[in-house]
Structure formats: structure tokens, C-alpha cells
């Protein structure tokens, strides 16, 4: 039985790693990766996705591309999103039309959804978190509220890809995730963010109204009220490394979508995104739910 021929870009980050640490030694796979920069164990095609003649080599012979290259910070500038987010997603959708690549999966993100957070948190962290919505979930239908820049650019991607999808060529089919909180393998777990904030070791008082995630730079002491109100959130929004990569895998195997768009989280009870569609369609089983920790994991003993 042949391999499928997958190609990452941008594989090396956060949502990458769920791959190299998953699914990269699966018999089943064969991985070509294509990165900004070269790396010391994994073969790497080199180049920008914004620099079309560089990266479209990449693409020949592969049956799938998982794009996750981008500007990933949330609070990015709009001019820090036009190359890497705009002009990189339209690149890869042309690269993989030249070369016939049938399957795209997008990386898209929970920011799309944004200003749902930033409307009702902190209240929103809680498990009966009461609301009009009651409780409030997010499904694949509920209106886009993009909270920036960045979430506007994952949009676009969508639409893109969704234009894409419905015309005459390659991709035909493409599964766009709007993907939750996905950690490295250190802080894999509901409690990573707020273990983050203690190693930094540095004193940050979160404002009224202000929503917390990885790419800023607080930090604060165990068990504070900062410390707890990081908890509640990742317990809301962590996807843990084993159940991206079965998404993944369950976008892989599908040939029945020509479009669609799925949540990439656990199966949280505290979640407000809805993970019923990916499972009727995909047969996503999330094996993952923050709800279960009460505890960071304990520290490794690394002294012989």
C-alpha cells in the first residue's frame, strides 16, 4: 500500500509539533516539510510561502498539504499579516492547483470567533457559564467575529479556500480547523499557560476586560488570581497534541467533504466551541478533556 504524500508548512511551531510527536512515524505517511529556516533533524524545503517561485517546487508529487505556515501572533499588525497570512494562503492554493494537489487542510484559528471571547470572559471561563446562548457554544454556522488582524487574516484564508474548493481544479477538498489552544509537548496540559506565567518570573496584573492567551507575555505567581483565571481558560480551550493529530487524521482519511469548516479543540466541558460537526462528519473522537486535571502534571525528576 502506498504512502500518502503529505507536505507541512510551517511544521516546527506549536500545531507542527503535534505532527513530528504523532504521526510522523506512522507507516502510513510520508512527510515533506517547507520552513522559513533549514532544520537540524527534519529534511526541509526551504523558502517563504510569500515567495511563490521558491516554495512551488515543494508541491510537486504530494497528495495533501497541511498549511499552518503564518503570522500567528494575535495582536499582529495589519501589515504584519499581508505576506506570511494573505498573499502566503493565496500562493499555497495556487501551488497546489499547478501541481494537482486534490486536499488542503487550513490551518484557520479560534480567533475567527474572537470577540465571542472578548464579549462575555471572564464569566465565560466558567463551566455554567449562564447566557442567551445557554450555555454559549460556537458551531460551524454562527457568525465570524474576528477580534483582529489577525483573526480577519484566518478569515480571509477561509474564504479564499472556500472559492478555491467550489471552482474547476486542484484543491477539491479542504478542511479549514479553527484551531483551539494547542501547546509544545512541555506545556501540553490545562495548566501550560499559567505554568508559562510562573517560569517568567515576572509580576503582571491582568486588566478588567483583557483576554489572555500565549503570545503575550504576562506572567504571574501559582495559585494567584491571574494563576486560576489562565486555568480556567486553557480548561475552555486547550487541545491537547494527540487529538490535533487525530483531526488531522480524520481530515486525511475524509473523501467526502469539498469544503467544510471544524473546531480543533478537546473535549472540554467548559469548551464554547462545538465539536459535534467534526465528529458527524469526520468522526473526530477527542480522547482529551481539561475538565479531568485539578493539577498541573509534577515536575520531571531530572537528577540521576
Known amino acids: 500500500m502506498s504512502k500518502l504524500r503529505v507536505l507541512v508548512t510551517g511544521p516546527f511551531g506549536e500545531a507542527g509539533e503535534a505532527i513530528l510527536n504523532h504521526l510522523y512515524d506512522e507507516d502510513k ?34 497528495d495533501a498539504v497541511i498549511h499552518l505556515a503564518a503570522q500567528s501572533d494575535a495582536g499582529a499588525d495589519f501589515r504584519d499579516v499581508i505576506e506570511p497570512n494573505i498573499i502566503g494562503t493565496y500562493n499555497v492554493l495556487k501551488a497546489m492547483n499547478d501541481a494537482e494537489v486534490e486536499t488542503l487542510i487550513f490551518a484557520s484559528s479560534q480567533r475567527v470567533m474572537g470577540l465571542y471571547e472578548e464579549d462575555h470572559a471572564p464569566e465565560l471561563y466558567e463551566e455554567d457559564y449562564p447566557s442567551k446562548f445557554d450555555p454559549l457554544r460556537l458551531t460551524h454556522e454562527t457568525l465570524p467575529k474576528p477580534d483582529g488582524y489577525y483573526g480577519a487574516s484566518k478569515m480571509f484564508g477561509e474564504h479564499i479556500c472556500r472559492n478555491h474548493a467550489r471552482r474547476e481544479g486542484a484543491p477539491n477538498q479542504v478542511y479549514a480547523l479553527r484551531i483551539s489552544s494547542v501547546r509544545t509537548e512541555r506545556y501540553d496540559h490545562p495548566y501550560g499557560d499559567a505554568e508559562r506565567g510562573v517560569e517568567r518570573g515576572e ?25 486560576e483565571r489562565m486555568v480556567k481558560r486553557m480548561k475552555a480551550t486547550w487541545t491537547s497534541q494527540r487529538d490535533f493529530a487525530h483531526l488531522l487524521e ?29 465528529k458527524a462528519v469526520l468522526g473526530y473522537e477527542p480522547k482529551d478533556d481539561a475538565s479531568e486535571w485539578d493539577s498541573p502534571p509534577k515536575p520531571t525528576n531530572t537528577a540521576e
Open 29 to 62: 505517511y510520508e512527510f515533506t516539510f517547507l520552513n522559513l529556516e533549514d532544520h537540524p533533524e527534519y529534511e526541509t524545503h526551504v523558502a517563504d510561502v510569500a515567495d511563490y517561485d521558491a516554495m512551488r517546487p515543494a508541491f510537486d508529487n504530494q
Open 203 to 227: 509580576e503582571h496584573k491582568v486588566e478588567e476586560g483583557e483576554v489572555w492567551d500565549q503570545s503575550q507575555t504576562g506572567s504571574w505567581e501559582r495559585g494567584s488570581e491571574d494563576y
Open 250 to 278: 480524520c481530515c486525511l482519511e475524509d473523501d467526502s467533504v469539498i469544503f467544510d469548516v471544524f473546531y480543533a479543540v478537546s473535549d472540554n466541558a467548559a469548551r464554547w466551541f462545538g465539536t459535534e460537526h467534526a
